[in-house]
């Protein structure tokens, strides 16, 4: 296996976190340093192994990282750890992929099956994984699942560093050119320490963008899934799931418009849930909808970006309700900004601003983070 390569990652962030009723913000001030290393390929075999550190660089006791044991302030899923994050034999024959160990995946948009790479532990999973390229502009993928090394672990605190598996994911992706790409998928998710979480989730993602010059482009996304109760989950129920979103693209310029609904009941324990999406993406960076309420969850939003050269604007805003009630939730405004220097530097800075209206409370965050790798 001659012809490795290795790679060093530091990313700095500054978290802090204004929420109601909590007498004193949550300040975390945290670095990750990552170090990997892929080898070459050899007999068709190549491996890859990743370590992970996250030290608290000041009070570790200004902010509750769920196994810290500080509940007087808000969460900040950042707890001080050192693990190894990926560690994965690959085999590739033509047009077939085997990967064996613990692994990153992520499927279609993160909605279902994600890695949460925002949060500062990333999740990976102890997973085999078959990929097949063999049939013409289509992608395969069939993953078993044995454990999930979720943000908030490795060590269990308030919720769980772990969720013990038995979950089948299957993903098919045809590639339609010009008219988008269209995906059906069936994620079946036993996960046996959170049984109310296991479910089978089974339903399509369709996606495309359209150019009419270099500068102008429209962009699609419609996602359609059908949830059911799955292996150990006592509860019985169905809930759907669905989104349409449209985006235009002018120059450096773009807006998106976009329309997301978690089915949800009178009935407690009958909402959508998705334990393994990558949540931060969804329904605002403020995350008060990690869980989907019992009654769902419909989000309206609206968003800006702009780009001038190594700078990047995004805006967006939502408006939340209930799916089965009329019932108001509340609004968020989220802004970020970053900037690339250099072939290896990036600064960001993100905030998120909840304002509730019947469920939650008002919550502000504001992060500042560095970026280095080689």
Do not use: C
């Amino acid at each position: 296996m001659m012809g490795g390569k290795a790679h060093l990652e530091f990313r700095y962030r500054l978290e802090t976190v204004d929420q109601v009723p909590f007498a004193d913000d949550a300040l975390a001030s945290t670095l990750r340093t990552r170090l990997n290393y892929q080898t070459g390929e050899w007999s068709h075999l190549s491996a890859f192994l990743e370590a992970d550190n996250v030290t608290v660089l000041g009070d570790d006791k200004a902010y509750n990282s769920t196994v810290n044991g500080v509940t007087d302030r808000p969460i900040v899923a950042d707890p001080e750890y050192t693990e190894v994050n990926q560690a994965y034999l690959q085999l590739k024959l033509g047009t077939f992929t085997g990967i064996a160990g613990r692994q990153r995946i992520i499927l279609d948009n993160h909605r279902f099956i994600g890695n949460v790479g925002w949060r500062q532990n990333e999740q990976t999973y102890d997973a085999v994984t078959l990929k097949s390229s063999a049939l013409r502009k289509t992608q395969l993928q069939y993953s078993y699942l044995q454990n999930v090394n979720r943000v908030t672990g490795p060590d269990d605190g308030s919720q769980p560093g772990n969720y013990r598996s038995a979950s089948h994911l299957l993903n098919g992706k045809v590639d339609f050119g010009a008219f988008g790409a269209l995906s059906i998928f069936d994620y079946a998710l036993d996960l046996q320490n959170a049984p109310g979480l296991s479910s089978n989730t089974y339903g399509l993602h369709y996606t495309g963008t359209h150019k009419f010059s270099e500068t102008t482009k429209v962009n699609w996304i419609a996602s359609y899934a059908r949830q059911q109760d799955y292996a150990g989950n006592p509860n019985d129920y169905a809930a759907d799931y669905y989104l349409l979103e449209a985006g235009l693209g002018l120059g450096r310029f773009g807006v998106k418009a976009g329309y997301e609904v978690l089915g949800g009941d009178t009935a407690p324990n009958h909402a959508f849930q998705t334990p393994l999406a990558t949540l931060h993406v969804f329904q605002g960076w403020a995350d008060k909808f990690l869980t989907t309420p019992r009654e769902g969850v419909e989000d309206l939003y609206l968003g800006a970006s702009a780009s001038f050269g190594a700078l990047a604007l995004n805006l967006v805003w939502h408006d939340f309700s209930a799916d089965a009630t009329s019932a108001n939730y509340g609004t968020e405004w989220d802004a970020s900004a970053g900037y690339k220097f250099g072939k290896n530097y990036e600064v960001l800075a993100k905030l998120a601003d909840y304002q509730a209206d019947g469920f939650a409370t008002d919550t502000t965050k504001l992060w500042l983070q560095f970026s280095a790798t080689f």
